[in-house]
């Protein structure tokens, strides 16, 4: 079997998904942005062709990383991490950082504008892949391996905090948590730095009035002092969810996305969709954020068995990334979680988190792919072995 047919083959179960992903997404953001960019621009498609160019952007991304060998991104993994904590920094540039909504988080590229914690992120889920890899005794046994890198993503997370932008520090810190925790940091260790993380947490939350008023919307979002105020767009979305029911209102149809939801497009669009498709709409959404990535995980989980750690590691810090996402946003979505201002990947307008995440399923891709050739050769030299 040729090289090209093998990484075919092998990245089927993961490409479908995605791009089924891309498509419903694609159609989330043409609904719900309809309103706004007729108000705006005059033209009730303007996202909805900005967000094809962008998809476009991202499969070209997802191709361009799949051909990148995990040996060659662990001799950068340094330099991925330093260029996210770069751009952490250019954010509070005046002419290269740009404001949104009162949150100093975006890169003004000219031609497109990044969100920098984007960057960031995966760069913290290489750097701690390759600190594991190096690093695995100090890691098991000594507490100096467990905090160091904890020192250096503490960084980031003060500076994506002075954005502010809680949310990636919560996805940014889960992510990191969890590859410790697999790369066998002790029990003991890693109970005690939850314990820490949620009391840092919640003197975080405690600090900002806005964060406090989130909180307490979120508690009672319908209390007559909130249900105008911090606890407007839960409410708004709530509504939406509610009138959906199981079919939904039809597609194209709904009522919220006219200036009743804010972020209609971005932070809420799963509560449009919600609202137009009903709830099996919303569990087939679901069902297929959920298959991607158990895949992922799965993938991870194969690398690890062929002795390949790094990519195995990568996988499962890029898998975490997503999960936790996609667990806060639809969180915030239904009420579950306070409202944070977190992308839906694949989901949600908005060019640099789509192709970032089209990068990770193009990285995973990759471990995909170089596991199956080591399963090949490990195979063989078992064969060999028994002759």
Same mark, same amino acid.
């Given at each position: 079997?040729?090289?090209?047919?093998? /990484?075919?083959?092998?990245?089927?179960?993961?490409?479908?998904? *995605?791009?089924?992903?891309?498509?419903?997404? *694609?159609?989330?953001?043409?609904?719900?942005?309809?309103?706004? +960019?007729? &108000?705006?621009?005059?033209?009730?498609?303007?996202?909805?062709?900005?967000?094809?160019?962008?998809?476009?952007? %991202?499969?070209?991304?997802?191709?361009?990383?799949?051909?990148?060998?995990? +040996? /060659? *991104?662990?001799?950068?993994?340094?330099?991925?991490?330093?260029?996210?904590?770069?751009?952490?920094?250019?954010?509070?540039?005046?002419?290269? %950082?740009?404001?949104?909504?009162? !949150?100093?988080?975006?890169?003004?590229?000219?031609?497109?504008?990044?969100?920098?914690?984007?960057?960031?992120?995966?760069?913290?889920?290489?750097?701690?892949?390759?600190?594991?890899?190096?690093?695995? &005794?100090?890691?098991? !046994?000594?507490?100096?391996?467990? #905090? =160091?890198?904890?020192?250096?993503?503490?960084?980031?997370?003060?500076?994506?905090?002075?954005?502010?932008?809680?949310?990636?520090?919560?996805?940014?810190?889960?992510?990191?948590?969890?590859?410790?925790?697999?790369?066998?940091?002790?029990?003991?260790?890693?109970?005690?730095?939850?314990?820490?993380?949620?009391?840092?947490?919640?003197?975080?939350?405690?600090?900002? &009035?806005?964060?406090?008023?989130?909180?307490?919307?979120?508690?009672?979002?319908?209390?007559?002092?909130?249900?105008?105020?911090? %606890?407007?767009? #839960?409410?708004?979305?709530?509504?939406?969810?509610? /009138?959906?029911?199981?079919?939904?209102?039809?597609?194209?149809?709904?009522?919220?996305?006219?200036?009743?939801?804010?972020?209609?497009?971005?932070?809420?669009?799963?509560?449009?969709?919600?609202?137009?498709?009903?709830?099996?709409?919303?569990?087939?959404?679901?069902?297929?954020?959920?298959?991607?990535?158990?895949?992922? *995980?799965?993938?991870?989980?194969?690398?690890? =068995?062929?002795?390949?750690?790094?990519?195995?590691?990568?996988?499962?810090?890029?898998?975490?990334?997503? %999960?936790?996402?996609?667990?806060?946003?639809?969180?915030?979505?239904?009420? #579950?979680?306070?409202? =944070?201002?977190?992308?839906?990947?694949?989901?949600?307008?908005?060019?640099?988190?789509?192709?970032?995440?089209? +990068?990770?399923?193009?990285?995973?891709?990759?471990?995909?792919?170089?596991?199956?050739?080591? /399963?090949?050769?490990?195979?063989?030299?078992?064969?060999?072995?028994?002759?």
């Amino acid at each position: 079997m040729n090289m090209d047919a093998l /990484r075919w083959q092998q990245n089927s179960s993961l490409f479908y998904p *995605w791009l089924a992903l891309l498509v419903l997404g *694609w159609l989330m953001v043409a609904s719900a942005s309809t309103g706004i +960019a007729e &108000d705006y621009t005059g033209n009730p498609a303007y996202f909805a062709i900005r967000h094809a160019v962008y998809l476009a952007a %991202g499969i070209a991304v997802a191709f361009a990383t799949s051909q990148i060998s995990m +040996a /060659r *991104w662990a001799k950068f993994d340094g330099l991925l991490l330093l260029a996210g904590i770069l751009g952490l920094i250019l954010v509070f540039v005046p002419g290269i %950082g740009h404001e949104v909504n009162g !949150s100093q988080r975006w890169l003004n590229l000219g031609i497109i504008k990044i969100q920098a914690s984007e960057l960031a992120k995966v760069g913290a889920v290489f750097y701690v892949a390759g600190y594991l890899v190096r690093r695995e &005794d100090e890691v098991k !046994s000594q507490w100096s391996g467990f #905090l =160091k890198p904890l020192g250096i993503l503490g960084a980031m997370v003060g500076l994506l905090l002075m954005e502010p932008d809680f949310g990636a520090v919560v996805v940014l810190l889960g992510a990191a948590m969890i590859m410790l925790f697999l790369g066998g940091v002790k029990a003991g260790q890693f109970f005690l730095l939850t314990f820490a993380t949620i009391v840092i947490g919640v003197l975080v939350v405690g600090s900002e &009035d806005y964060r406090v008023n989130r909180l307490l919307a979120y508690l009672n979002p319908w209390a007559p002092e909130h249900v105008y105020g911090t %606890g407007y767009q #839960l409410t708004q979305s709530l509504i939406a969810f509610g /009138r959906g029911e199981l079919f939904g209102v039809g597609f194209g149809e709904s009522v919220q996305k006219l200036f009743y939801l804010p972020e209609a497009h971005t932070d809420f669009v799963f509560a449009i969709w919600a609202e137009e498709t009903g709830l099996i709409g919303g569990l087939v959404a679901l069902g297929l954020l959920g298959y991607l990535v158990a895949c992922i *995980w799965n993938i991870a989980w194969e690398a690890q =068995k062929q002795g390949l750690m790094y990519a195995s590691y990568v996988a499962t810090g890029l898998a975490a990334l997503l %999960g936790l996402q996609i667990v806060i946003n639809l969180g915030v979505n239904t009420g #579950l979680l306070p409202t =944070k201002g977190l992308t839906l990947p694949f989901f949600s307008y908005g060019g640099s988190s789509l192709m970032m995440c089209c +990068a990770m399923v193009g990285i995973v891709m990759r471990v995909t792919y170089e596991t199956e050739l080591a /399963r090949q050769a490990n195979q063989s030299e078992q064969e060999d072995g028994n002759e």
